[in-house]
């Protein structure tokens, strides 16, 4: 909390919140209106009593442990680096995307660069892989049996390395230049520190921002989970390991066995279990590396079934609150990590309780509204006060809501089923880079229960407006606004399952301004890059191009430079200048491999904060 002042409301907050469950449980309960009435109404009061203790738990720790900027280490003169070990782990990716991993960590500077020890540990046994690793001068690993999946991959890794360092990449996360020389001080300041966490960052929108369209008015999805909440665990030393962009102490490593297994989240695990063992853990925000977010539907239901049902395998193996090792507020923040993923069931409870009330005439919530609104708003008026003191528009509870309600239906599935016992133990890698996903099962599986739901809400909320008018029972105004709210969720989700991705020529590759020449056979022109992919490129010129026109290039990025051939396909509509598409015609390896560095080199822009006009964009924007 930033002051006093934001504390006192939150104790003020505390109070109502404890008023209003009291009287909930009390005086609200449908007790006269049949047994599935009381049911049911009991399973709302546990939900919003769940609710509560989620909230608490969440800002008893950011009270007590504000976000902390971590203190500058000077490394001295006479330091030596040590020997590091550098595990890309790779299953079922595009080459493309490892290659340009690979040279990434090719260009990590270091005091001595032969005490770099790369390794691609291939748990897809591919020999085009191999052949990749060979081309470009790195280790690699493989293993024939596929046990405990990326867990057992990295284990399988580690009975082969021998350096007191160990770093984790996925195979799409390509580090800046100075990933390792900025963050391994940290060992540096006679501490018993376990791992250093870097933020995961991605040069392309997430889906969210992709499928709503709103790419420059919403931030990243978990933007605010690396910026805020990671540095507040800091202080309680519950830093989470994130699975990769990440530096281990090997000797952290070994004391709790490898990587953890038995879970398919297998990176809060390990985390977890190092902290367990005393070890501080440190998170950071500074972004150093940069990756391809999932943007295909099905990949990303997978991605986030597969962090759901992990960190309940996690909960289940691992018994939180039985490690000897781990302080109370330590053991709260891990489980409140594995609690948040229940949140599909508290939103579909949410979304289906007030259509039970408006079709069925199934009483949840004894009381009239008067009251109601005594015992309920002054509550959720701090609440929503409170956040948007503490958070300043970069965390939004309407955003929170439609977010969860787009998930909702897959995870409370997933999730029960999970915490039943039916476990899932493979690890299913999500597609990225535009690999095409031949099922449309989820998109149709998700758009039917939203749609399903949104029938539902808006045939209660009729039948509830006409049986007001007929009644005027003030019972009504309580289900008209939860039904309203509702159908305002669903319809947002709606739009992010039906939607799709923003015009290719307008977001094709990333955002990467810097210097160039074109030169041909009549002239030299000075312009400057705006995107760069692969195969292609955008120019801002003062001067005329012209189209068709082949030109040879040079692009000038810190210490990086390029050379190639391409040749001028269209002129982009633009106000202020103009900007032309080029297409790549002819570039040797070398060039390719410095113009991955001049796109990858820099932190990719992004978005601090919810704009206003954010959800007017989702339903009146022009395509």
Not at 314 to 322: D, H, N, Q, R, V
Not at 357 to 377: A, E, H, K, R, Y
Request: glycine share 4%; net charge positive; aromatic share 14%.
């Amino acid at each position: 909390m930033k002051n006093k002042n934001t504390k006192f409301l939150f104790y003020i907050m505390f109070i109502f919140t404890l008023i209003y469950i009291f009287w909930r449980l009390l005086f609200t309960l449908p007790l006269n209106f049949g047994y599935l009435s009381l049911i049911i109404g009991l399973i709302l009061i546990i939900i919003e009593i769940w609710d509560a203790i989620d909230f608490f738990i969440h800002f008893i720790n950011i009270l007590l442990a504000k976000k902390q900027k971590l203190k500058q280490i000077k490394i001295r003169n006479n330091v030596k680096f040590p020997d590091v070990d550098i595990l890309i782990a790779t299953y079922n990716e595009d080459l493309n995307l490892l290659e340009k991993t690979i040279n990434g960590c090719l260009n990590l500077k270091y005091s001595n660069k032969s005490k770099l020890h790369i390794y691609i540990c291939d748990d897809g046994n591919r020999s085009e892989v191999k052949e990749l690793a060979k081309e470009m001068n790195v280790n690699y690993i493989c293993r024939t049996n596929r046990s405990d999946t990326k867990a057992g991959n990295y284990n399988n890794a580690l009975r082969e390395i021998k350096s007191p360092y160990v770093v984790t990449f996925d195979a799409d996360m390509i580090p800046m230049d100075d990933f390792l020389i900025s963050n391994i001080k940290y060992f540096f300041n006679n501490e018993k520190i376990g791992f250093v966490q870097l933020p995961q960052s991605f040069y392309n929108s997430d889906i969210y921002q992709s499928r709503l369209n709103l790419s420059k008015l919403i931030p990243f999805e978990q933007q605010f989970f690396y910026n805020e909440l990671q540095l507040t665990k800091n202080t309680i030393n519950a830093a989470i390991y994130c699975g990769t962009n990440t530096i281990f102490l090997r000797k952290a490593l070994d004391e709790v066995n490898g990587f953890a297994t038995g879970t398919i989240s297998e990176d809060i695990a390990t985390g977890m279990l190092i902290e367990d063992k005393g070890y501080k853990c440190i998170a950071v925000d500074e972004i150093k590396a940069s990756g391809y977010s999932v943007d295909d539907l099905s990949g990303f239901i997978k991605q986030r079934t597969r962090w759901a049902r992990g960190c309940i395998q996690m909960l289940k193996k691992y018994k939180i609150f039985s490690l000897k090792g781990l302080n109370i507020r330590q053991k709260l923040e891990y489980f409140s990590c594995v609690s948040y993923w229940f949140f599909g069931i508290k939103r579909l409870t949410y979304l289906i309780i007030p259509i039970l009330f408006g079709i069925f005439g199934i009483v949840v919530v004894d009381c009239n509204i008067i009251t109601f609104l005594m015992f309920w708003l002054p509550m959720y008026i701090l609440k929503r006060f409170v956040l948007d003191i503490l958070y300043a528009s970069k965390r939004s509870s309407t955003w929170n809501k439609i977010y969860e309600t787009i998930l909702a239906p897959i995870l409370a599935f997933n999730v029960l089923i999970e915490l039943i016992g039916i476990k899932k133990t493979t690890f299913e890698v999500s597609p990225k880079n535009n690999i095409p996903n031949k099922s449309v099962k989820h998109k149709i599986m998700l758009l039917s229960c939203h749609l399903i739901l949104l029938f539902l809400n808006i045939f209660a909320l009729v039948i509830c407006i006409q049986k007001f008018f007929n009644t005027n029972l003030s019972i009504y105004y309580i289900s008209l606004v939860w039904l309203t709210s509702n159908i305002f969720y669903l319809i947002v989700a709606i739009i992010f399952d039906i939607g799709k991705k923003g015009k290719l020529s307008e977001e094709f590759g990333v955002y990467a301004p810097c210097k160039c020449v074109l030169k041909n056979n009549s002239s030299e022109l000075q312009a400057n890059t705006k995107r760069i992919s692969d195969d292609k490129l955008s120019i801002i010129s003062d001067k005329e191009l012209i189209i068709n026109e082949t030109n040879n290039i040079d692009i000038f990025y810190n210490e990086y430079q390029t050379n190639f051939t391409a040749i001028i396909k269209e002129e982009i509509e633009n106000k202020n200048c103009k900007e032309y598409i080029l297409e790549i015609i002819n570039i040797d390896k070398k060039n390719k491999l410095s113009l991955y560095q001049i796109m990858y080199n820099r932190q990719p822009p992004k978005v601090d904060y919810f704009h206003k006009k954010a959800l007017f964009d989702v339903f009146f924007r022009h395509n």
